[in-house]
């Protein structure tokens, strides 16, 4: 039997810094920007206003993060803030929604920041600290070489965000 590293932060602490970082308030604005819209083409924003409109991030149905790990990329600015803390929590035991986590902040995946470096912007400073710790966490426990490095971007990445 290996014997498992110490984290530098353990999974249950985390969690808990994240339930203190982002207030688990009823969201009630534009979740994405195809809201209340019909189409077949929005079936993926249709489903994630369906799932969040007016719930706490507390209230995120598993299922709808797992069946749409890459979601939180859709939502408006201030729903990713709002909804962010479900996928975060999520992803601290499951790998393909961690591994999502790690893309959305990692810059090497993206043709620009600029979504990223807005959105980085609304978090308060508890909540920079938490996504940093959230990232390093990933780096610690991702198995994969290639998220391994897209992690280590990420931390770079959002620590540059950590004193503005």
């Known amino acids: 039997m290996t014997e498992q590293p110490e984290l530098e932060m353990p999974l249950e602490l985390l969690r808990a810094k ?12 534009v979740i994405t920007g195809a809201d209340g819209l019909l189409s077949e083409e929005l079936d993926e ?5 369906g799932a969040l409109r007016g719930r706490k991030w507390s209230e995120v149905p598993v299922s709808i993060i797992e069946s749409n790990p890459d979601g939180i990329v859709l939502l408006t600015d201030e729903a990713f803030v709002a909804f962010l803390p479900a996928w975060l929590n999520r992803a601290l ?13 990692s810059p090497d995946v993206h043709k620009s920041t600029e979504t990223t470096d807005h959105r980085m912007r609304q978090f308060t400073s508890p909540q920079k600290d938490v996504l940093v710790a959230f990232l390093k966490y990933c780096l610690e426990v991702e198995s994969s070489k290639f998220v391994k490095e897209r992690a ?3 931390v770079a990445y959002a620590s540059q965000f950590i004193h503005q």
């Not at 994240?18 to 604005?29: E, L, N, R, T, Y």
Request: glycine share 4%; charged share 25%; aromatic share 16%.
């Open 18 to 29: 994240i339930k203190v970082a982002f207030p688990d308030a009823a969201f009630s604005g």
């Open 45 to 49: 924003e249709q489903a994630l206003y």
């Open 93 to 105: 035991t499951q790998e393909k929604v961690r591994e999502m986590m790690v893309y959305v902040f």
């Open 152 to 154: 280590r971007s990420a």
